[in-house]
C-alpha cells in the first residue's frame, strides 16, 4: 500500500499473523490484495510449503517483504529462536539455512534473526557472547545469498527475558558483525514501550535500519489509538533516507478493514 504523507510516500505492508485474523490464514492474502496492500509480512512460513506460499502471493499480487527465523516448539527454550541459547547452535544453523531457502523462493529480502530468550541459568554474558557469534555466522550464510538480516530488540515489559537488550544493542551487533549484510529491525511499539523518543533514536539508528514496523502504546492496536504520534513519524519516516516497507504489525482494536481507517485519518 503507497500511502502520501505530508513528508512524501511511505509503503505499508500488512502483517498476516496479525491482520485479517477473522479469515483462515490462507485466505488473508486476498483480503490484503483487496484492502490496497502490495506487500505482506508475517513471522514465519513454515507450516506451508515454500511453494504453496509463493503460489498464494503470486495469486494475489503482493511480495513478501520479510520473514522470521523459525521458532522453537511451545515450552522450549528455543521458543522465541535460538541465537542466545548456549547448546542451540545446531538449531540455529539450520533455522538460518531453512529461512534463507523460503527467502529466496518468497521474494523476501530481509530475515528477522530472532535472538530468542535467555535461559534463567545463564549468565547474560555468556548468552550475548553466543548471540553475537551466531549472528556473525548467520551474516556469512545471508551475505551469500544476497539476503539481509534485521536484529530486533523486544521491550523488557512484554518479554522480560529477551536476549537483546536495545535496538541501540542490535545496531551495535550489526556494526561489529556486518553492517552491509546485517541491520536493525525498528518497531516503534518496542521502541515506546522501552525507553520512548522514537524519533531520535530513529533518526539515531537510520543508517542500521533495514525494516520498519509499527503499532501504537498502550494496547498494541493501530496507529491512532495510542499516546504515539503517528502523524509525525510516518511524515518523518517519509523524509528520511529510508525507503523499505513499513510493516503493520498490530493488533486491530475491532475488525482489521474498520481499523484500517486511520491510514487516511492519520496521513491526510
Known amino acids: 500500500m503507497i500511502v502520501e504523507t505530508s ?9 498476516l499473523k496479525w491482520l485479517f485474523t477473522e479469515l483462515p490464514f490462507e485466505q488473508r492474502f486476498n483480503a490484503a490484495a483487496e484492502s490496497g496492500f502490495t506487500g505482506v509480512e508475517f513471522a514465519s512460513p513454515y507450516a506451508l510449503p515454500a511453494n504453496r506460499v509463493r503460489e498464494l502471493l503470486d495469486a494475489a499480487g503482493l511480495e513478501q517483504v520479510i520473514i522470521n527465523t523459525p521458532a522453537g516448539l511451545p515450552g522450549s527454550p528455543t521458543i522465541m529462536g535460538a541465537a542466545s541459547v548456549p547448546g542451540a547452535q545446531e538449531e540455529f544453523r539450520a533455522g538460518v539455512l531453512i529461512a534463507l531457502e523460503y527467502a529466496s ?30 549472528i556473525g555466522w548467520a551474516a556469512e550464510q545471508a551475505r551469500s545469498a544476497g539476503v539481509r538480516l534485521a536484529l530486533e530488540a523486544i521491550n523488557k515489559r512484554d518479554q522480560p527475558r529477551f536476549a537483546l537488550a536495545s535496538m541501540e ?11 552491509t549484510t546485517v541491520g536493525v529491525l525498528f518497531d516503534f511499539y518496542h521502541a515506546q514501550v522501552d525507553r520512548g523518543n522514537v ?16 503499532a501504537d502504546n498502550p494496547g498494541r492496536g493501530e496507529p491512532g489509538t495510542g499516546e504515539i504520534a503517528y502523524d509525525r513519524v510516518l511524515a ?3 523524509v528520511s533516507d529510508y525507503d523499505g516497507w513499513i510493516g503493520c504489525e498490530y493488533g486491530p482494536v475491532t475488525d482489521t478493514r474498520a481499523g484500517l481507517s486511520w491510514v487516511e485519518r492519520i496521513t491526510r
Open 199 to 214: 524519533l531520535e533514536r530513529y533518526e539515531r539508528l537510520l543508517p542500521n535500519i533495514v525494516h520498519v514496523q509499527v
Open 169 to 179: 544493542t542490535a545496531a551495535a551487533v550489526a556494526e561489529a558483525v556486518d553492517p
Open 105 to 134: 523462493i518468497l521474494g523476501a529480502p530481509v530475515v528477522h534473526t530472532m535472538a530468542g530468550l535467555r535461559p534463567d541459568d545463564v549468565d547474560p554474558d555468556v548468552a550475548f557472547a553466543t548471540y553475537v557469534a551466531n
Open 7 to 15: 513528508g512524501g510516500q511511505i509503503r505499508l505492508a500488512a502483517n
Open 236 to 238: 518523518r519516516i517519509a
